[in-house]
């Protein structure tokens, strides 16, 4: 007798098996797939959320492929911030989108509000259509496939609000995680690299940007903030920082200073 899909799971080091080979099962019975077979794929490290195929976000479910990150719990923080503080009927650029997560449910819950997502990935770009769609938003939003460090000024704006969060790691950081966690070699190496020291993307949306736009707010790494509060003073803007589950400063709002 073959091993069962929990069995699999186990003898490959999957931590929560017993959670994972459940959600594979129902996956596999739902969609008339061979639980083995994808049992076998988890057993590569292939990350489950490629797997299924989908995610919950936010209470809301997302497709996802290879092309975009695997949306993160801390991630919520940017979609809290859109829902409570952006103003009524305000136009919102997501800017590195990836699976539009972060302002597909911000709309889902502000009827009010449109927006513009920008990715470099035209896979991801795709994927963030599908989702609009499927999160009943589609009508409300703008989809572009560019690289916004260059072509922002293509964006129909101007925006009301900025929301961002950028491929932020370092080149070393990224590194030292792919060793801890093979998962992370699946994702899409484009949507996680941030240059040498991570800042790239902050540099270049907020120098861009700042011109047209006095509020941008950022997803951060760890001990990222007060760099990119740094950069934000350099245009005229003052910084708030809001943490997350884990306490960690990971969302960085920018406001432009009105000087009186």
Same mark, same amino acid.
């Given at each position: 007798?073959?091993?069962?899909?929990?069995?699999?799971?186990?003898? +490959? /080091?999957? %931590?929560?098996?017993?959670?994972?080979?459940?959600?594979? %099962?129902?996956?596999?019975?739902?969609?008339? $797939?061979?639980?083995? /077979?994808?049992?076998?794929?988890r057993t590569t490290r292939e990350p489950l959320q490629y797997i299924l195929g989908e995610w919950e976000f936010y209470?809301?479910?997302?497709?996802?492929?290879?092309?975009?990150?695997?949306?993160?719990?801390?991630?919520?923080?940017?979609? %809290?911030?859109?829902?409570?503080? +952006?103003?009524?009927?305000? $136009?919102?650029?997501?800017?590195?989108?990836? &699976?539009?997560?972060?302002?597909?449910?911000?709309?889902?819950?502000?009827?009010?509000?449109?927006?513009?997502?920008?990715?470099? &990935?035209?896979?991801?770009?795709?994927?963030?259509?599908?989702?609009?769609?499927?999160?009943? !938003?589609?009508?409300? !939003?703008?989809?572009?496939?560019?690289?916004?460090?260059?072509?922002? &000024? #293509?964006?129909?704006?101007?925006?009301?609000?900025?929301?961002?969060?950028?491929?932020?790691?370092?080149?070393?950081?990224? +590194?030292?995680?792919?060793?801890?966690?093979?998962?992370?070699?699946?994702?899409?190496?484009?949507?996680?690299? /941030?240059?040498?020291?991570?800042?790239?993307?902050?540099?270049?949306?907020? #120098?861009?940007?700042?011109?047209?736009?006095?509020?941008?707010?950022?997803?951060?790494?760890?001990?990222?903030?007060? #760099?990119?509060?740094?950069?934000?003073?350099?245009?005229?803007? /003052?910084?708030?920082?809001?943490?997350?589950?884990?306490?960690?400063?990971?969302? !960085?709002?920018?406001?432009?200073?009105?000087?009186?």
């Amino acid at each position: 007798m073959g091993k069962t899909v929990s069995q699999k799971l186990k003898a +490959a /080091g999957i %931590e929560n098996y017993l959670f994972e080979a459940r959600l594979i %099962e129902e996956h596999a019975r739902e969609h008339n $797939l061979s639980a083995a /077979g994808l049992a076998e794929r988890r057993t590569t490290r292939e990350p489950l959320q490629y797997i299924l195929g989908e995610w919950e976000f936010y209470g809301d479910v997302y497709k996802l492929d290879g092309d975009c990150l695997i949306p993160r719990p801390e991630t919520e923080f940017l979609t %809290e911030y859109i829902i409570n503080h +952006a103003r009524e009927n305000a $136009l919102v650029w997501d800017l590195c989108s990836g &699976s539009g997560c972060v302002s597909i449910s911000a709309l889902k819950r502000r009827r009010d509000l449109r927006a513009v997502l920008a990715d470099i &990935s035209g896979g991801a770009v795709e994927i963030s259509r599908e989702n609009a769609v499927l999160n009943g !938003v589609g009508g409300r !939003v703008e989809f572009y496939c560019l690289d916004i460090t260059k072509d922002a &000024s #293509k964006l129909r704006g101007p925006p009301d609000l900025i929301v961002s969060n950028p491929p932020y790691l370092s080149e070393s950081e990224a +590194a030292r995680l792919r060793a801890e966690s093979p998962e992370l070699s699946h994702e899409p190496e484009a949507a996680f690299i /941030g240059g040498t020291d991570g800042l790239d993307f902050y540099r270049a949306i907020i #120098k861009n940007c700042a011109n047209i736009c006095s509020e941008i707010v950022f997803e951060c790494g760890q001990n990222q903030h007060e #760099k990119i509060a740094e950069l934000f003073g350099q245009y005229g803007f /003052g910084c708030e920082f809001i943490r997350d589950y884990a306490k960690i400063e990971r969302i !960085v709002i920018g406001k432009k200073v009105i000087l009186r």
